[in-house]
């Protein structure tokens, strides 16, 4: 069992920044490869970015390349997620997920552990 608990969310404005966090417990954190998503009210959850269980490999969606940067620090067992130049469209629940599998892993489905999201909403 890993559990998983965000922070870090919050009301900014258009062009601003903020950097959620995902801290884990139970189970060696470093064994799991982690992601972030993120769900917009009637819209379907999305892959936002991942990082693979060294933090060698990240990979993005395309909407938040080149503004958000996932990290994480295996020895305080969090994840991070540096969102900068915010949009309005990056309004969300944001989540932070646990996966299994060794590699880069950017479907739902691919992840078995939840944390129960931080809300972020950007003002226009």
């Known amino acids: 069992q890993v559990q998983l608990v965000e922070s870090g969310g919050g009301l900014v404005q258009a062009g601003g920044s903020l950097r959620l966090s995902c801290a884990a417990s139970?189970?060696?954190?470093?064994?799991?490869?982690m992601g972030w998503f993120r769900q917009a009210p009637g819209k379907e959850r999305e892959f936002v970015a991942a990082?693979?269980?060294?933090?060698?490999?990240?990979y993005y969606a395309g909407s938040v390349k080149g503004r958000f940067t996932i990290s994480r620090d295996n020895a305080k067992n969090t994840v991070y997620l540096q969102m900068n130049s915010l949009k309005p469209e990056d309004t969300a629940v944001y989540y932070c997920?646990?996966?299994?599998?060794?590699?880069?892993?950017?479907?739902?489905?691919?992840?078995?552990?939840w944390g129960q999201g931080t809300q972020v909403t950007v003002s226009s």
């Open positions: 997920a646990a996966s299994e599998l060794l590699s880069i892993a950017t479907m739902k489905g691919n992840y078995r552990y």
């Open positions: 139970g189970r060696t954190f470093s064994s799991y490869a």
């Open positions: 990082i693979t269980w060294n933090g060698v490999s990240t």
